[in-house]
T-cell receptor, first 115, second 110 residues
Framework: ETGVTQTPRHLVMGMTNKKSLKCEQH?????MYWYKQSAKKPLELMFV???????ENNSVPSRFSPECPNSSHLFLHLHTLQPEDSALYLC??????????????FGPGTRLTVT | QKEVEQNSGPLSVPEGAIASLNCTYS??????FFWYRQYSGKSPELIMS????GDKEDGRFTAQLNKASQYVSLLIRDSQPSDSATYLC??????????FGTGTKLQVIP
């Protein structure tokens, strides 16, 4: 256990559904991240929040909407997704995005399948 | 040119041998370098971090950094079958942006 939890672990949704992914960290970190991992592609950084403020949006389509109510919780709201959005979605946290020693700790991920 | 480049492998080594994993990066101002291990179906797990030129050892793992050559490597001594996984190199470059490589798959043959 890394101190980062994600729910649900598996999600199957249709293209017209709306769902949310949840991430919670118990490490006292100030930065939280959403990544997408597809087969045979590098980890793609989607969003970064540092001290609850969004600091990075890596040209992610608007059908993905992040929310960070506090430094311990991060959500990813999903709506009208496409089949190519099927992937493993990983949440991570680190002490502070601005720190050079920005060691990230990952949650177990949510395996998303869009039908 | 990819920002962080790794050979995808698979790299096959016999049990007990030294596994050598390599990573090159393009951003010359990069300051922080990390190695993550990812077992199949699991999330990445941080195993090593290195910030200055030279070697850093932790148990059977040694990270090596050469900023002049823009090269970072991970050596695994006395490789075990349980080391079989994909190893991801991550680099923090300018503007504190973290970039991951595609990973090298390591297979340790008993």
């Amino acid at each position: 256990e890394t101190g980062v939890t994600q729910t649900p672990r598996h999600l199957v949704m249709g293209m017209t559904n709306k769902k949310s992914l949840k991430c919670e960290q118990h490490l006292g970190h100030n930065a939280m991240y959403w990544y997408k991992q597809s087969a045979k592609k590098p980890l793609e950084l989607m969003f970064v929040y540092n001290f609850k403020e969004q600091t990075e949006n890596n040209s992610v389509p608007s059908r993905f909407s992040p929310e960070c109510p506090n430094s311990s919780h991060l959500f990813l709201h999903l709506h009208t997704l496409q089949p190519e959005d099927s992937a493993l979605y990983l949440c991570a946290s680190s002490q502070d995005q601005g720190s050079l020693r920005d060691e990230q700790y990952f949650g177990p991920g949510t395996r998303l399948t869009v039908t | 040119q990819k920002e962080v480049e790794q050979n995808s492998g698979p790299l096959s080594v016999p049990e007990g041998a030294i596994a050598s994993l390599n990573c090159t990066y393009s951003d010359r101002v990069s300051q922080s370098f990390f190695w993550y291990r990812q077992y199949s179906g699991k999330s990445p797990e941080l195993i090593m971090s290195i910030y200055s030129n030279g070697d850093k050892e932790d148990g059977r793992f040694t990270a090596q950094l050469n900023k002049a050559s823009q090269y970072v490597s991970l050596l695994i001594r006395d490789s075990q079958p349980s080391d079989s996984a994909t190893y991801l190199c991550a680099v923090v470059g300018g503007y504190q942006k973290v970039t991951f490589g595609t990973g090298t798959k390591l297979q340790v043959i008993p």
